[in-house]
């Protein structure tokens, strides 16, 4: 144990954090961040003007890779979910979305999920990526981009894309990212991602859930489904990043994959990490007030529960310092 421990502190200590002069753009100091379903299951379907006002970021799942360009993503109100709606066109999720980012929500693309990957192996595939996102992100109005790629990651090629969309978007340009909690242990693709943007990046909501056993930054090992399992995991990225820069991703239901907690576990992580209290076995060295917040999949299983995980969440987060 105490070699793995070197070795997780030898791997955050080789990144420096970014300076905290950079400040995050367009998030509230805490805030709950929830995926947007543009496809039907047995979640409840909704448009975005029925999400609850819980959510202050809100990432539409997903944006799709186009068979006819490598690299290209295209991105419309999926047929079966308009159908399910009762007709609801993309005129109407553009307007949706203004709506809502008129009373201060963010949006974000979404790009991959456990079915999806975009290939940016080349140049070429990078240059229809920047093209293809840029122009989606104007049309829709939406305020930048999530990474979820879960089926390989080239760290070169995703760096520049990212690079070229901030260059095109401006200083307002939001960049979330939600790798598993394999990739940001020490030599993970997301680690070194991170790293490369720091500088631009808006928050990193790892998945703590579908994930088996991890090691934390204390060097012990911690099974999903728990307070530790959580915060010693975040003490690794909080070692890279500010703290507004990371915030917690858990699964809305039990069913469906693994690492489920009841939202009272997730509020005591993030009271753990953010003031030292109600942690398990792990407490962190010193408090991180300005722990960004909570990311869940998804909005449309928790509308399915009657907000079960977001309402008392949503308070959590609004108490804290």
Known sequence: MAALAAAVLAAALAFAPASSATTRQALPKHQLTGYWQNFVNNAKPLKISDISPNYDVIALAFGNADSARPGAVTFNV???????LGGYTDEQLKSDIAAKRAEGK????SIGGEKGNVDLGSEANVANFVDSVGKILT??????????LEHGLNVPNTTSAIRQLRERVGDDFVLTVAPQTLDVQPGGSYLQLV?????ILTVVHTQYYNSGSMSGCDGQVYSQGSVDFITAQACSLLKVLRPDQVSLGLPRRPRGGSGY???????NAL????????????????????????????????????????DPVRTHLDSLP
Request: aromatic share 10%; net charge negative.
């Open 139 to 148: 049309d829709y109005g939406i305020n930048g981009f999530d990474i979820d």
């Open 106 to 109: 963010t949006f974000v693309l």
């Open 78 to 84: 999926d047929p079966e979910l308009s159908t399910a």
């Open 261 to 267: 907690v009841d939202p009272s576990i997730v509020n």
């Open 271 to 310: 009271s753990c990490l953010a003031a030292a209290t109600d942690c398990g076995q792990y407490t962190p060295d010193q408090p991180h007030p300005e722990i960004s917040g909570v990311m869940t999949w998804s909005i449309n299983w928790d509308a399915s529960s009657g907000n079960a995980f977001s």
């Open 195 to 199: 790293d490369n943007v720091k500088d």
